[in-house]
């Protein structure tokens, strides 16, 4: 995957991301009040992608971190300054390098980007000490500190794992599995040949979408398309990495001409390990995804009826998760914030001595003479 600079809005206008940027900046002024009355304009504005300058900003609120951070004030410092497991330590260490090494804030060994991975990595085995470490977590909190300082990223991370994508990170892996069947069940509907196809050939959802969920794409689609993805994930929830999922497997195993390309296991594997380019450009993807109509009361009745299943052939599952939630608007239901949490903090502070005056306002331009008259 190629890293060009921060984007999300390409292809528009300066004075059209001014405009964005202006109307997100009202949003997060007031979010309490557009998350409760005015939802589906939050939802728009995601689906258009988040202005670059305010990205980071919008996912912490929608992810709802930003009030997490503030209810858990001085946290992430005191778990940062614990020394942690060496057995997680070790492995958290071997993984640094191997996170967008071609993005200038991770290229350097021992630089300050590496620095706050280990730091929200170590952070969290502290914080969950019962989850540990898991390797699809660092391109994640790698995702977030390209947009966002190192204790909001670490929030972030903590909202992924425990609202967005629980038991994804615990061992055993029992919750990625059962959304692997989940996937499978739905893609029945969405692309029969593909349901069809997969089924014939025996191969277990695990084998090729384990990174796509785990990872939220971050690892498989080009850069512009991770952002809108994301863009609309904290906002939707998990829904949109299934839809994001079942139009891969749609495009690439939904028509008997592609699967002449993929007679075995083997071949449907190398094709899924290469997804078409096309397939994957943003502004196709994002109006597939769009107008994909797979909705959280689906993938629900479906995971109810996977837990059955699992129950049957396997017993109750070990590791007890926390309920999902279905993206900012539920986060924000279940755990309501203070107006206090919601206060944006300035981004720039002059601190003037006591006792000194403030400067005096500029003096006025003159006014040019007029020139003759043409």
Request: glycine letters at 6%; hydrophobic letters at 40%.
């Given at each position: 995957?190629t890293?060009?600079?921060?984007?999300?809005?390409?292809?528009?206008?300066?004075?059209?991301?001014?405009?964005?940027?202006?109307?997100?900046?009202?949003?997060?002024?007031?979010?309490?009040?557009?998350m409760?009355?005015?939802?589906?304009?939050?939802?728009?504005?995601?689906?258009?992608?988040?202005?670059?300058?305010?990205?980071?900003?919008?996912?912490?609120?929608?992810?709802?971190?930003?009030v997490?951070?503030?209810?858990?004030?001085g946290?992430?410092?005191?778990?940062?300054?614990?020394?942690?497991d060496?057995?997680?330590?070790?492995?958290?260490?071997?993984?640094?390098?191997?996170?967008?090494?071609?993005?200038?804030?991770?290229?350097?060994?021992?630089?300050?980007?590496?620095?706050?991975?280990?730091?929200?990595?170590?952070?969290?085995?502290?914080?969950?000490?019962?989850e540990?470490?898991?390797?699809?977590?660092?391109?994640?909190?790698?995702?977030?500190?390209?947009?966002?300082?190192?204790?909001?990223?670490?929030?972030?991370?903590?909202?992924?794992?425990?609202?967005?994508?629980?038991?994804?990170?615990?061992?055993?892996?029992?919750?990625?599995?059962?959304?692997?069947?989940?996937?499978?069940?739905?893609?029945?509907?969405?692309?029969?040949?593909?349901?069809?196809?997969?089924?014939?050939?025996?191969?277990?959802?695990?084998?090729?979408?384990?990174?796509?969920?785990?990872?939220?794409?971050?690892?498989?689609?080009?850069?512009?398309?991770?952002?809108?993805?994301?863009?609309?994930?904290?906002?939707?929830g998990?829904?949109?990495?299934?839809?994001?999922?079942?139009?891969?497997?749609?495009?690439?195993?939904?028509?008997?001409?592609?699967l002449?390309?993929?007679?075995?296991?083997?071949?449907?594997?190398?094709?899924?390990?290469?997804?078409?380019?096309?397939?994957?450009?943003?502004?196709?993807?994002?109006?597939?995804?769009?107008?994909?109509?797979?909705?959280?009361?689906?993938?629900?009745?479906?995971?109810?009826?996977?837990?059955r299943?699992?129950?049957?052939?396997?017993?109750?599952?070990?590791?007890?998760?926390?309920?999902?939630?279905?993206?900012?608007?539920?986060?924000?239901?279940?755990?309501?914030?203070?107006?206090?949490?919601?206060?944006?903090?300035?981004?720039?502070?002059?601190?003037?001595?006591?006792?000194?005056?403030?400067?005096?306002?500029?003096?006025?331009?003159?006014?040019?003479?007029?020139?003759?008259?043409?």
């Amino acid at each position: 995957m190629t890293l060009p600079r921060p984007q999300g809005c390409v292809g528009h206008p300066p004075e059209v991301l001014r405009q964005r940027e202006v109307k997100w900046l009202d949003m997060l002024n007031s979010w309490d009040k557009w998350m409760a009355k005015r939802h589906k304009k939050v939802k728009l504005r995601c689906q258009k992608g988040i202005p670059p300058s305010l990205r980071g900003r919008a996912w912490l609120y929608l992810s709802g971190g930003k009030v997490k951070r503030e209810q858990n004030q001085g946290k992430f410092q005191e778990l940062d300054s614990q020394a942690g497991d060496p057995v997680w330590l070790d492995v958290i260490e071997r993984d640094l390098h191997r996170q967008f090494p071609f993005h200038e804030m991770f290229m350097a060994r021992g630089g300050h980007g590496q620095k706050d991975l280990f730091s929200v990595l170590k952070a969290y085995t502290l914080y969950r000490p019962e989850e540990g470490y898991c390797q699809a977590q660092a391109p994640i909190a790698a995702v977030l500190l390209m947009h966002m300082p190192v204790e909001d990223a670490f929030w972030g991370l903590v909202q992924i794992c425990e609202k967005y994508l629980p038991g994804y990170y615990s061992a055993g892996l029992e919750a990625i599995q059962v959304d692997g069947e989940i996937l499978f069940a739905l893609l029945r509907r969405v692309s029969p040949p593909a349901h069809r196809h997969l089924k014939k050939h025996k191969m277990d959802p695990i084998l090729y979408m384990t990174e796509w969920f785990m990872c939220a794409f971050s690892r498989t689609l080009p850069w512009a398309s991770v952002l809108r993805v994301w863009d609309m994930f904290f906002c939707d929830g998990v829904k949109i990495i299934f839809r994001v999922g079942l139009v891969l497997l749609k495009c690439m195993l939904g028509s008997q001409e592609k699967l002449k390309k993929c007679p075995g296991q083997y071949e449907t594997m190398e094709l899924l390990r290469a997804i078409e380019p096309r397939y994957m450009q943003e502004s196709f993807l994002v109006r597939e995804v769009l107008e994909l109509a797979v909705s959280e009361r689906d993938i629900e009745k479906e995971h109810h009826a996977q837990l059955r299943r699992w129950k049957d052939a396997h017993g109750e599952l070990r590791c007890k998760s926390p309920p999902r939630m279905h993206g900012a608007r539920a986060i924000m239901a279940a755990e309501p914030p203070s107006r206090q949490d919601l206060r944006q903090n300035p981004t720039i502070i002059v601190e003037l001595p006591l006792g000194t005056p403030a400067p005096p306002p500029p003096p006025p331009r003159p006014t040019p003479a007029p020139g003759p008259s043409q």
